[in-house]
């Protein structure tokens, strides 16, 4: 994590650039690094696909998506869109891509004089990865890495490519992108985004736990009881369904966030906060994670549907009544499961992780329940409240913050204890701007930082982990697929799921500042 960037001259060719994540985040988040002054004066920015624009049109369609930005500008759009480029091309096709995008991948690296420094964004359907992959080799569009070895890296050209989710559907078809992306680019090469990773509180977990001494000694098994890390959604499917009915939320969530963010709250410390150090103790963690049994399968983990229901004044139709989903779908939009770490740090410390969509309230959270203290001296001063074990929520969206819940003694001579809470949110005490996942991720990719990118190693240990839920789940299609109110928090089995250790802690309320308080 750099504290100033120094992004080098490039330029960024995103596939998909007639898509929705390429006008709703990537063009907004370039926008927003160019206003910042965080990009080279030096780049450009080549959108790719097959329908047919100028690159007027393309700037024109891109504008609304950029004003949304509060503090936008004219005079900073117009010096965004001098750098704005569009190529019709059908990207899957090698003749397409040796005639029209080679030539003007050369014309635009002269023109913004990028030195040959090209960044890749696939942003298209995952089953154009490999056509796109193997065209870029096939038209001899990467120079580093793969065709040259020299002990001067730093001052060539480098071409990068940056991976958009999902990284394959399980674990074998993650194993064959990776060897497909292992023939053109070198590992360091490759950047698989995890937006998760890019948000602030994420990132602020790192320095949380390893810029401060006081929390490792209590980062374990002694005094950490159990930890839940929840991501819920209030929006139902929307108009994915179609997309969703192949995804569902243990793949969608679980593997390819929930997996990542649980890695930082749990790896051991790395030895410098560089890329390489920080993907080392994540990798480590992601396989020294139980793998299970699929028979075991419904001890870990419970999945579930939302039914019709309200969340807040919207009213969300069940799933399997959406037009885009099967009648008969066995599609979870809720999963949750228990993950064990064999490890001497976190040996019978479980992890929670649960996600979901149509839940009452947007939020994705950790907590870290610690133990109680081992002798209660205090219980009779506790009144009605008994006086609850610590507990650290940390708050990743929204209200990016984190709280720690303690014991106090109420004033006075009644000698009463009650549970109190330490406040940090993050806005209120360090102001600036939050900035999106996304743009924090491009600039990062385009200063060849990874620290906030998972490797092909850690892709494929959390599809291990996943894997024998999903074959439980394919292979018993009668299973548990337990249902639950949209609007509500979840199936009642995955209370049963945490039981021993439970509840879940659900928000029930706002104090002042929008914070959320929890039982
Ligand atoms: N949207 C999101 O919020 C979101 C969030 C996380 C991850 N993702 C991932 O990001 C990727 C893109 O998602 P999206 O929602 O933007 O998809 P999308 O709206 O369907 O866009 C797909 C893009 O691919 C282009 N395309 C299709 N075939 C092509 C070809 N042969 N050559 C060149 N371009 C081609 C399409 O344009 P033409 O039809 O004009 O060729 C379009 O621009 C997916 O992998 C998705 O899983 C999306």
């Given at each position: 994590?750099?504290?100033?960037?120094?992004?080098?001259?490039?330029?960024?060719?995103?596939?998909?650039?007639?898509?929705?994540?390429?006008?709703?985040?990537?063009?907004?988040?370039?926008?927003?690094?160019?206003?910042?002054?965080?990009?080279?004066?030096?780049?450009?920015?080549?959108?790719?696909?097959?329908?047919?624009?100028?690159?007027?049109?393309?700037?024109?369609?891109?504008?609304?998506?950029?004003?949304?930005?509060?503090?936008?500008?004219?005079?900073?759009?117009?010096?965004?869109?001098?750098?704005?480029?569009?190529?019709?091309?059908?990207?899957?096709?090698?003749?397409?891509?040796?005639?029209?995008?080679?030539?003007?991948?050369?014309?635009?690296?002269?023109?913004?004089?990028?030195?040959?420094?090209?960044?890749?964004?696939?942003?298209?359907?995952?089953?154009?990865?490999?056509?796109?992959?193997?065209?870029?080799?096939?038209?001899?569009?990467?120079?580093?890495?793969?065709?040259?070895?020299?002990?001067?890296?730093?001052?060539?050209?480098?071409?990068?490519?940056?991976?958009?989710?999902?990284?394959?559907?399980?674990?074998?078809?993650?194993?064959?992108?990776?060897?497909?992306?292992?023939?053109?680019?070198?590992?360091?090469?490759?950047?698989?985004?995890?937006?998760?990773?890019?948000?602030?509180?994420?990132?602020?977990?790192?320095?949380?736990?390893?810029?401060?001494?006081?929390?490792?000694?209590?980062?374990?098994?002694?005094?950490?009881?159990?930890?839940?890390?929840?991501?819920?959604?209030?929006?139902?499917?929307?108009?994915?369904?179609?997309?969703?009915?192949?995804?569902?939320?243990?793949?969608?969530?679980?593997?390819?966030?929930?997996?990542?963010?649980?890695?930082?709250?749990?790896?051991?410390?790395?030895?410098?906060?560089?890329?390489?150090?920080?993907?080392?103790?994540?990798?480590?963690?992601?396989?020294?994670?139980?793998?299970?049994?699929?028979?075991?399968?419904?001890?870990?983990?419970?999945?579930?549907?939302?039914?019709?229901?309200?969340?807040?004044?919207?009213?969300?139709?069940?799933?399997?009544?959406?037009?885009?989903?099967?009648?008969?779908?066995?599609?979870?939009?809720?999963?949750?499961?228990?993950?064990?770490?064999?490890?001497?740090?976190?040996?019978?410390?479980?992890?929670?992780?649960?996600?979901?969509?149509?839940?009452?309230?947007?939020?994705?959270?950790?907590?870290?329940?610690?133990?109680?203290?081992?002798?209660?001296?205090?219980?009779?001063?506790?009144?009605?409240?008994?006086?609850?074990?610590?507990?650290?929520?940390?708050?990743?969206?929204?209200?990016?913050?984190?709280?720690?819940?303690?014991?106090?003694?109420?004033?006075?001579?009644?000698?009463?204890?009650?549970?109190?809470?330490?406040?940090?949110?993050?806005?209120?005490?360090?102001?600036?701007?939050?900035?999106?996942?996304?743009?924090?991720?491009?600039?990062?990719?385009?200063?060849?930082?990874?620290?906030?990118?998972?490797?092909?190693?850690?892709?494929?240990?959390?599809?291990?982990?996943?894997?024998?839920?999903?074959?439980?789940?394919?292979?018993?299609?009668?299973?548990?697929?337990?249902?639950?109110?949209?609007?509500?928090?979840?199936?009642?089995?995955?209370?049963?799921?945490?039981?021993?250790?439970?509840?879940?802690?659900?928000?029930?309320?706002?104090?002042s500042r929008s914070r959320l308080v929890h039982k």
């Amino acid at each position: 994590m750099p504290t100033t960037p120094q992004p080098d001259p490039c330029l960024i060719v995103i596939y998909g650039a007639s898509g929705d994540l390429t006008k709703r985040k990537l063009i907004p988040a370039l926008y927003d690094l160019c206003r910042l002054g965080y990009l080279s004066a030096k780049t450009g920015i080549l959108g790719v696909s097959r329908t047919a624009m100028s690159d007027a049109d393309f700037i024109e369609r891109m504008k609304p998506w950029c004003q949304e930005n509060p503090h936008f500008d004219e005079q900073t759009w117009s010096r965004f869109a001098g750098r704005l480029h569009y190529q019709p091309a059908d990207a899957t096709d090698l003749s397409s891509f040796r005639e029209q995008l080679v030539p003007r991948i050369d014309q635009l690296s002269q023109q913004h004089d990028v030195n040959d420094n090209v960044l890749y964004y696939l942003s298209v359907a995952p089953s154009l990865y490999d056509p796109i992959i193997n065209n870029i080799g096939a038209a001899q569009l990467v120079t580093e890495g793969k065709r040259w070895c020299s002990i001067n890296r730093d001052r060539l050209p480098w071409q990068r490519i940056i991976v958009e989710k999902p990284f394959g559907h399980d674990l074998k078809s993650a194993e064959h992108l990776n060897r497909v992306l292992g023939r053109v680019f070198d590992e360091e090469s490759v950047y698989n985004i995890d937006h998760y990773l890019g948000k602030e509180t994420v990132q602020n977990l790192l320095v949380f736990r390893f810029a401060n001494a006081i929390w490792e000694p209590l980062w374990n098994r002694t005094y950490i009881d159990h930890v839940q890390i929840t991501a819920a959604e209030t929006v139902g499917v929307e108009d994915r369904g179609a997309f969703y009915e192949n995804a569902g939320a243990m793949r969608d969530m679980i593997q390819s966030h929930l997996l990542q963010v649980m890695a930082v709250l749990a790896m051991d410390t790395p030895s410098s906060s560089a890329a390489q150090h920080l993907r080392v103790e994540q990798r480590k963690l992601l396989e020294a994670i139980r793998l299970i049994d699929e028979a075991d399968a419904p001890d870990y983990a419970v999945r579930g549907q939302y039914t019709a229901g309200d969340v807040g004044d919207k009213t969300i139709v069940g799933y399997r009544e959406d037009p885009n989903t099967a009648d008969d779908s066995t599609t979870e939009t809720y999963a949750a499961m228990k993950v064990l770490v064999d490890n001497w740090r976190w040996q019978g410390v479980p992890f929670y992780l649960r996600t979901g969509k149509a839940m009452r309230r947007k939020l994705t959270q950790i907590v870290v329940q610690f133990r109680a203290a081992p002798h209660a001296i205090y219980s009779e001063m506790c009144g009605e409240e008994a006086p609850k074990p610590n507990r650290l929520v940390i708050n990743v969206q929204p209200d990016e913050g984190i709280n720690l819940k303690f014991t106090g003694k109420v004033p006075g001579q009644t000698g009463t204890l009650r549970n109190a809470v330490m406040d940090f949110d993050y806005l209120e005490q360090f102001g600036g701007e939050s900035q999106e996942a996304y743009a924090h991720l491009l600039l990062d990719a385009v200063c060849g930082d990874r620290s906030l990118f998972k490797d092909r190693f850690e892709i494929e240990a959390a599809w291990r982990i996943v894997t024998p839920v999903l074959n439980y789940w394919a292979n018993n299609p009668d299973a548990e697929l337990a249902t639950y109110a949209a609007g509500s928090w979840g199936p009642e089995a995955a209370d049963r799921l945490i039981e021993p250790f439970g509840p879940w802690r659900n928000p029930e309320g706002e104090v002042s500042r929008s914070r959320l308080v929890h039982k």
